[in-house]
């Protein structure tokens, strides 16, 4: 199993920046192939924002790229499997909850989310 714990999220002015980081943990922790984050704005569907292979490949939505980068740390052995999400130039429309996910070969994780609010 996996647990995810994220961290954060906070309030921001447009323009500004914010970086996410959310751990992993658990026996399973190494059987993860992706992490990547996800977020949803009140109304609307869960989007991918941007995700990152254990090959360190890395894949954005079109609406942050350039603005955003993300970053994993791996280390068997200090037993870590962590992803970032470096945000930077913030709009009023990133304002979401923000969620980290883990991709198994057969399970899928889900972190419990964390508010970004960005002010204009």
């Known amino acids: 199993q996996v647990q995810l714990v994220e961290s954060g999220g906070g309030l921001v002015q447009a323009g500004g920046s914010l970086r996410l980081s959310c751990a992993a943990s658990g026996s399973s922790i190494f059987s993860i192939h992706t992490m990547g984050w996800y977020r949803q704005a009140p109304g609307q569907q869960r989007e991918l924002v941007a995700k990152?292979?254990?090959?360190?490949?890395?894949?954005?939505?079109?609406s942050v790229k350039g603005r955003f980068t993300i970053s994993r740390d791996i280390s068997r052995d200090n037993a870590k499997n962590t992803v970032y999400l470096q945000m930077g130039s913030l709009k009023p429309e990133d304002t979401a909850v923000y969620y980290c996910?883990?991709?198994?070969?057969?399970?899928?994780?889900w972190g419990q989310g964390t508010q970004v609010t960005v002010s204009s």
């Open positions: 990152i292979t254990s090959g360190r490949n890395t894949n954005y939505a079109d």
């Open positions: 996910n883990a991709m198994g070969y057969v399970n899928n994780y």
